[in-house]
């Protein structure tokens, strides 16, 4: 076996290779790998393959940019030189997506008047509409967004503490206590379930309708998912649902907003909300995402596909979720009526509906979620 | 244990076992029980992860030591518990007769109290077992940290009897449904493998391994079937212990052939959600290959 130190400099390639695609590869995967491939046969390119995929990736979304990055190094003179023995398992077919750089140059906001042009105050500014504020505004309503804080109602959980008001026997306790009196058992301890928060899962509509609102929304997802102890989980969709919950856990925000926005291929597209919400359901929602959460939708409702068929979605997801809050930035105008086939067809199964133009509306949204009980 | 000197080996002795790996899953064994990390498989339900472990225990004839998560689950379901209501009979017993004695209070935690977990049962049976923690997704994040360290250097310590460490760590099989991420802490520690669906010509052989006395016929047809089945869209895809049921199914009603009504009376063993039901139903023919 040829000794996996020589081929160290060429492994140790492969793991800047896969950070270049997003992957976070960590020294001790690297040392897993090397010595991975010290077990096999460094000049089989299945076993290398296989070595590298066990070692250096750790969960299903990042199999992609592992097979990309993988044969960007193997085809290079600087990886090992390999015999290809059988065929590589077939790369997943893809999307084309759009240059990133694109993508965050819109989502940027030109602060080019500096922060002393603008001259709305802070509360004239709270009830303006997200779609009519200049870059400045926005970036002045983003730091009153960051101090808001998301609660949610609490749901009794399996786990118990110690509790002298709770209902089951603490028998450890109660053991330990009746040492001291040589085995008489004088008072009984006794353990209670805790209470957590319940998860909050934001669906975030990007699609061309919603241009104006989607940079405030995901502002307000990301103060939302970075802050308190509410466990959020966060995706957009347009024409196709993606999660963006990791992309946004950056500290910074306009970094977070960008990682996001470049995972979202369909930026500023169509509206498929029936094909989303089933997307959701069947890939997350069924498993436990959104078992006794609380789903907030924001989107205007204009559904491009089948009302029905987003009624027949909506009603799965009703059965799973603890409760169903709709976010629509088109119900900040008063004489808004929600007819349109897609709106109307969800609104049975939303237990609330609330407008979402304007920084007040969103900070009424984070002061009624506590009361969803 | 006998560790395999190479992953063609170990699939071989897996495949004793009724249990066919492919090359990815051999190798991702193979590595883990030659690296002694865990192993983390994820995959759809029924592709077999909870299979792996129980065809790595047999193959190497040790046993498998099973903990199940739940939500809730402590370290004293997992990991150790004190008998606490013979340790109360004990001291109303010690207590007559001469409760000062301080050996005799020690005695309270010992061995004989001392209720073994999977966790702990694990870690002396080192590398006489594998350990199989099952659905690690249900646990909460408490949970995971606690398991975190445990799998990080396969010891324990007890306050009142001392430190229990694993000379040669157990053979560790983790599996997950991704109902929620995972932290990345526990899963640098371990290897990953993502157990996909067979390609059809292994399930038929897994087919006609699992269900020796299914005709063979059928069972390609069975498992041909399932892949049309699996390109339907639907809510809930059958996996191959689905496959394996249909085959049975099929054969306990005593049928030769796939056809639409033979499939129509066995449907349940394959499809499990009541949209699924109507959707199948539609494209009953195709599926069954007949159209």
Redesign the interface.
């Known amino acids: 076996m040829p000794a996996a130190a020589d081929l160290l400099p060429a492994l140790v390639g492969l793991g800047h290779e896969l950070r270049v695609d997003g992957l ?1 590869v ?1 020294t ?2 690297l040392i ?1 790998f090397s ?2 491939v010290g ?2 046969d460094p000049s089989d390119s ?2 290398v393959y ?2 590298a ?3 250096l ?4 979304e990042d ?1 992609d940019a592992f097979e990309r990055a993988f044969r960007r190094w193997a085809g290079r003179a600087g990886g090992i030189a390999m015999k290809v023995t ?1 065929e590589l ?1 077939r790369l997943p077919m893809t999307a084309p997506r759009e240059p990133a750089g694109a993508v965050r140059r819109r989502l940027e906001p030109a602060v080019d008047a500096d922060r002393g042009q603008v001259a709305s105050s802070a509360d004239v500014l709270r009830h303006k509409r997200f779609v009519d504020c200049t870059p400045g505004e926005l970036a002045a309503l983003a730091e009153l967004m960051a101090r808001l804080r998301l609660r949610v109602p609490d749901r009794r ?4 503490a110690p509790s002298s008001k709770g209902r089951y026997p603490d ?2 306790r ?2 330990r206590r ?2 001291r009196s ?4 004088l008072d009984q301890s006794w353990r209670a379930r805790l209470r957590r928060p319940r998860r909050v899962v934001l669906l975030l509509d990007v699609s061309g309708s919603m241009a104006g609102y989607s940079r405030a929304l995901l502002q307000f997802a990301h103060t939302a998912a970075r802050h308190g102890r509410v466990p959020t989980e966060v995706f957009c969709f347009g024409t196709r649902l993606t999660r963006v ?2 992309a946004l856990r950056h500290r910074r925000p306009d970094e977070a907003l960008a990682r996001a926005a470049e995972t979202v291929v369909d930026w500023e597209g169509g509206t498929r909300i029936g094909d989303s919400i089933r997307t959701f ?2 890939e997350w929602g ?4 959104a078992r006794g959460a609380v789903v907030v939708v924001c989107s205007d409702g204009l559904e491009r596909g089948e009302p029905a068929a987003l009624a027949a979605e909506m009603a799965k997801l009703a059965r799973l979720a603890h409760r169903i809050v709709w976010v629509n930035p088109l119900k900040g105008d008063p004489r808004y009526l929600p007819l349109a086939g897609g709106m109307s067809a969800a609104l049975p199964f939303v237990d609330i509906f609330l407008a979402g133009h304007d920084l007040a509306s969103l900070e009424a949204l984070a002061a009624l979620l506590p009361e969803l009980i | 244990m006998s560790r395999p000197s190479s ?1 063609v080996e170990l699939a071989a002795a897996l495949s004793g076992q009724a249990y066919l790996a492919d ?2 899953l051999s ?2 064994m ?3 029980l ?2 002694q ?1 865990p ?2 498989l ?1 995959g759809e339900a029924g592709v077999g992860k909870t299979e792996a472990a129980k065809a790595l225990a047999a193959a190497f004839g040790v046993d498998l030591i099973r903990l199940q998560c ?3 689950i ?1 370290a ?1 379901q997992a990991l150790y518990e ?1 008998d ?2 013979r ?2 009979l004990h ?2 017993a ?2 007559e007769r001469a ?1 000062a004695d301080d050996r005799a ?1 020690e005695e ?1 935690f010992g061995p004989q109290f001392l209720v073994e977990r999977p966790l702990l049962k694990a870690l002396r049976a080192g590398d006489h077992a594998v350990l199989l923690i099952d659905e690690i ?1 249900r646990a ?1 994040d ?1 949970f995971e940290a606690f398991l975190l360290e445990v799998l990080s250097d396969f010891q324990v310590t007890v306050p009142e009897i001392g430190t229990i460490k694993a000379d040669v760590p157990p053979a560790v099989v983790v599996t997950s ?5 995972l932290h ?1 802490a526990l ?2 520690r ?5 157990i996909d669906y067979p390609t059809p010509e292994r399930e038929i052989e897994i087919v006609r391994l699992r269900a020796p006395e299914v005709d063979g016929q059928l069972a390609a047809k069975v498992a041909a079937a399932v892949g049309r089945l699996r390109g339907l869209d639907m ?1 809930k895809p059958p996996g191959v212990a689905e496959t394996i049921d249909w085959a049975h199914a099929l054969n306990a009603l005593g049928a030769t052939a796939l056809d639409e009504t033979t499939a129509t009376d066995t449907l349940g063993a394959v499809v499990k959600d009541h949209d699924d039901m109507a959707l199948v139903m539609e494209h009953l023919a195709e599926v069954v290959g007949n159209a």
């Open positions: 976070a960590g001790g995967q897993a010595r991975a077990l096999l299945d076993d296989w070595a995929r066990a070692s990736v750790s969960r299903h199999l059988g398992p959980v399996r786990r118990t028998l450890r109660t053991v009746a040492m040589q085995g008489e058992v919950t990791v359901v069947r069924r498993r436990g995402m | 992953p090359r990815g190798t991702a193979f590595l883990a030659s690296l990390r192993l983390l994820e739940y939500e809730g402590d004293g004190w606490y209501a340790q109360l001291i109303r010690l207590s409760a209070v309270l997704d909460d408490e449904n991704r109902t929620r991420e990345d899963k640098r371990c290897l990953y493998h993502w809510a």
